[in-house]
């Protein structure tokens, strides 16, 4: 009797389940992922492929100092440490990117924020990110399911909410010039929204986007087939008992 318990809790089992997730590693650095790029203008698009999602990145920063005013369009940059940002603010996009700084997703002066929008629901597992230099690497983001055109262009930071972006998580990770790997807590959703620690709290964050890592969300076999299975196994195991 132990072990026809044992057969028909494995049947349970495999009823349930569901099929296994499908992680997917998105490598920005150079020479990662494949990446299609529609320029480098302002509100310019990168598009990452990593079998099976597709990724768009597009960037944008405040117009007010720090956490005030509206989002405008930035440009959203590939370099050979990861993605980073080069806003309205910072001069011309060529300046930005000479500069040793200016490139990188930071809150100094304008707020940067990267927009990940998947072309399905992506758990998000980890981020990594990476400064050029030694800087603070703190971390504001939110995870949301939202409109599959979605733009931040007006939005402010107390409306995003609306747009269907959750509650805003923190990560502090202190100065360095190392990569960090940020837990992402496997919060659910087709869009991550990443900027520097937000409000600025006086030592400036500074980093680019290396990698991330998500996987599509476990699907579950529906109960009547489930059902089906079980009693299948109860059959099974019932006419082995009656010939044996």
């Known amino acids: 009797m132990p072990q026809i318990r044992k057969v028909i809790l494995s049947f349970v089992v495999l009823a349930l389940a569901g099929s296994p997730a499908l992680a997917s590693t998105w490598n920005f650095a150079s020479g990662g992922n494949p990446v299609t790029s529609n320029g480098s203008h302002y509100g310019n698009q990168l598009v990452f492929d990593a079998g099976p999602a597709e990724l768009r990145v597009r960037a944008w920063s405040n117009t007010g100092r720090h956490p005030t005013g509206s989002f405008e369009t930035a440009s959203i940059l590939r ?43 992506q758990v998000m597992q980890s981020l990594t990110i990476d400064p050029w230099g030694t800087w603070d690497r703190d971390v504001s983001f939110r995870v949301g399911t939202v409109s599959p055109d979605v733009s931040l262009t007006g939005a402010t930071f107390s409306s995003l909410g609306t747009l269907g972006f959750g509650s805003q998580v923190n990560s502090l990770n202190g ?66 008992r009656r010939s044996a």
């Open 175 to 240: 100065p360095g010039e190392g990569p960090v790997t940020i837990n992402l807590g496997g919060l659910t959703g087709n869009a991550l929204l990443i900027g520097a620690l937000n409000p600025y709290d006086g030592s400036p964050d500074r980093f680019k986007i290396r990698q991330l890592v998500t996987s599509t969300p476990m699907t579950v076999v529906p109960l009547p087939g489930a059902g089906w299975l079980l009693l299948s196994a109860l059959g099974f195991l019932a006419g082995n």
């Open 79 to 121: 370099f050979s440490t990861g993605l980073g940002v080069c806003n309205r603010k910072e001069g011309s996009i060529n300046s930005c990117i000479g500069g040793s700084l200016d490139h990188q997703v930071d809150n100094v002066s304008q707020q940067d924020l990267v927009l990940f929008l998947f072309d399905s629901l």
